[in-house]
């Protein structure tokens, strides 16, 4: 059970890039909502770090402003906002000077001369990559009444560039602090519907004998946004969407549906099963590069009544970029579960839908004995795991119409997050900020694991890098990709999965 107010330890967070996006959007109206349900501890500082001038009071109007338009629980009660933000401090500063880190061992001394018990101290990353070896060179050398135990990193994403920066990276941290100190963010783990995958497969007896290769002809996962990039171009054109979204977390989505039971809930032990299924991927080849990866760049179009660019028209994105604003994969995992069925990936932006889903397809019935008329809407059964922005787990069975004849049609079993937990869920940030709290990293990558995936998919990179792409664009806007990613799939004899649109779509 997590541990309530009363319970929790007293807590410092320093956040660098206590100024930015992230922090404005996510990690304070994370903070702020655990605080309203009881989560944070009775003794804690947050310290908003960043080289803006501001002082306490005009940073937290910045960040209450944040609130006000972000946080899943609305506008701020007066009160509960003037009583939450009374432990927050901003320290103006620059995270490459050795001051700053002076001024932050002065405030966690004070803390801990006024606290009962020494604080736990969780630094979180929220700053471009290039501060990360910096920020955590100095924090390592701050002292601590509590003891180096007591000091936590988060780092955000991207971990690495490719295996060779990643290496250098999980180098580094693993020299200045222990394995068990460091937090690498993934907040896809965090979100009620993945965590959910672990408690379905592994707290119902009824999935896994199926849950195999015998059983189950393939796999979906797909990631799409209807957005484009707005205003990263400076960022993304330097990414992509193999390193923005599938390196990280669709790869972990991925491990969740084909890892083997673990034996226990501990977090070494789920993550170890987590790495295993990295490992156990096919490798790609130059051939399995051409005929298994296909990538993608949109072309301008319109999207509800309004023009929008082209990728390469973006601001901050060279007009003759080569970078992927799409990627689909057909991955095989090689060990007795999986041999042979196709796991296929895909994600990119400006697509006709913003939906994360899991498909699993079950195979056909050994034996039709229907007549053809009853099964002209013939479905294998398939399990529908939806992410976002629908919360939900579909089974999808064949079932008799109602009528003198004998058709037959395919039906859903619905468990809907909405309509059995009226109360909101958490955000995925909580989840993860209350976890590095407790100094829980079940939801958190592990070196090793950042290493597998970069590890993987690096032959692609290396191609897609050293080979132009002679026909981008290659989809429009507001489609579903590029032709070539439905020849991927339907060479095979599938189609994509889409989501049916609900009506109404709640904000994650
Ligand atoms: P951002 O809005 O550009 O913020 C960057 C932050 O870095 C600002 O607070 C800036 O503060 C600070 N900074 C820059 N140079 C500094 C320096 N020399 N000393 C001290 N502070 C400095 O970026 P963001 O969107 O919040 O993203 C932060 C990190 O989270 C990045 O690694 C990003 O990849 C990751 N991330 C972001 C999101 C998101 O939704 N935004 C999602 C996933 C991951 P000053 O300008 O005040 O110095």
Request: charged share 25%; with cysteine.
């Amino acid at each position: 059970m997590k541990k309530k107010a009363n319970e929790q330890k007293p807590t410092i967070f320093t956040i660098f890039g206590g100024t930015g996006d992230l922090a404005a959007r996510k990690l304070i109206p994370a903070l702020y909502n655990l605080f309203l349900d009881g989560y944070m501890p009775k003794e804690f500082t947050i310290v908003g770090l960043g080289r803006t001038e501001y002082n306490d009071e005009s940073y937290k109007e910045v960040l209450l402003d944040g609130l006000n338009k972000y946080s899943r629980s609305g506008v701020a009660d007066p009160a509960k906002w003037g009583e939450f933000s009374s432990n927050i401090i901003y320290l103006q500063s620059d995270a490459s000077k050795e001051k700053t880190y002076k001024d932050l061992e002065q405030i966690i001394a004070d803390r801990d001369e006024q606290w009962a018990e020494a604080a736990t101290v969780i630094h979180y990353l929220s700053v471009a990559p290039q501060f990360f070896p910096v920020i955590s060179e100095y924090i390592s050398k701050i002292k601590m009444a509590g003891g180096k135990e007591k000091c936590r990193i988060v780092i955000e994403k991207p971990f690495g560039r490719d295996l060779e920066t990643a290496k250098e990276l999980n180098e580094l941290l693993q020299s200045l602090f222990d394995e068990s100190q460091i937090y690498r963010i993934d907040h896809y783990l965090g979100k009620e519907t993945v965590q959910n995958m672990m408690a379905f497969r592994f707290a119902n007896a009824l999935f896994e004998p199926i849950w195999n290769r015998n059983f189950i002809e393939h796999v979906q996962i797909s990631v799409t946004e209807d957005i484009g990039i707005e205003d990263r171009g400076g960022y993304y054109d330097g990414s992509g969407a193999l390193r923005d979204m599938l390196q990280n977390h669709i790869l972990q989505v991925l491990c969740l549906v084909a890892m083997e039971p673990p034996v226990s809930f501990n977090a070494d032990e789920v993550r170890n099963r987590r790495v295993d299924v990295l490992k156990a991927i096919r490798r790609f080849g130059p051939e399995e590069v051409k005929h298994n990866a296909v990538r993608g760049q949109y072309a301008g179009g319109w999207v509800g009544g309004k023009e929008v660019n082209g990728y390469r028209e973006e601001k901050g994105v060279d007009p003759n970029s080569n970078t992927e604003t799409f990627c689909a994969f057909k991955f095989f995992i090689d060990n007795w579960r999986w041999q042979n069925v196709p796991f296929y990936v895909r994600t990119g932006k400006r697509m006709h839908q913003k939906s994360s889903v899991i498909s699993i397809q079950f195979k056909d019935v050994p034996h039709p004995i229907f007549p053809s008329h009853a099964s002209e809407n013939w479905q294998q059964n398939r399990l529908i795991i939806s992410i976002q922005p629908e919360m939900s787990i579909r089974l999808q069975v064949q079932a008799k119409r109602p009528g003198l004849d004998m058709i037959l049609n395919p039906v859903d079993m619905v468990f809907d997050y909405d309509g059995t937990y009226p109360k909101e869920s958490p955000e995925a940030y909580e989840t993860l900020l209350l976890d590095a709290m407790e100094g829980d990293q079940t939801l958190f990558m592990r070196g090793d694991q950042v290493e597998a995936a970069w590890e993987l998919l690096m032959p692609v990179i290396d191609n897609w890098e050293g080979r132009k792409s002679l026909n981008f664009p290659n989809y429009p806007a507001d489609s579903w990709g590029p032709e070539i990613a439905e020849a991927l799939i339907a060479k095979d004899g599938f189609h994509w999965f889409t989501m049916p649109v609900k009506s109404k779509s709640k904000k994650k």
